[in-house]
């Protein structure tokens, strides 16, 4: 069975991989390499890196980076969620997601968001599923391998923190 637990500097090499594999999909970001560790983690929210891993490796990753430094955007952060290929459709994305969003709240997060490719079928249903809703589409938003995309902008709104 899969565990998740909190980032550990020691996972990089086995997240870096996890990551160049989604790279090489062409589906999941617009990066066209893994980051160093360093510019990596400095775009993470603090505890709110999170991997799923079994008794041999880690399985997927997951994390939030904030939108804004902006005081009045404090509570809103962006989502990352990769899995391994060989874990793909296990359930392991359905773990973090939801570990992720319990994190979100325990930090004070309100707003979720994630910009998806609309050809990452299986993204957009897994936010979907944990409450997720298209809040639009930005058209030709970026251009990869000399292509426009488009991504899915989705929102999650947390039903406990900024209800008041």
Known sequence: MYQIRDFLKEDWNQVKFIYEAGIATGHATFETRAPSFDHWIASAVPGCTLVAFNDKAILGW?????????????????VSIYVHPDAQGKGVGNLLLEALIKRSEEKGFWTLQAGIFPENTSSLALHEKHGFREIGRRERIGKMHGKWRDTILLERRSRVVGVE
């Not at 997951?62 to 962006?78: F, I, P």
Request: with cysteine; charged share 25%; proline share 0%.
């Open 62 to 78: 997951c994390k939030l980076s904030a939108v804004s430094d902006r005081c009045v955007y404090s509570g809103v952060a962006e």
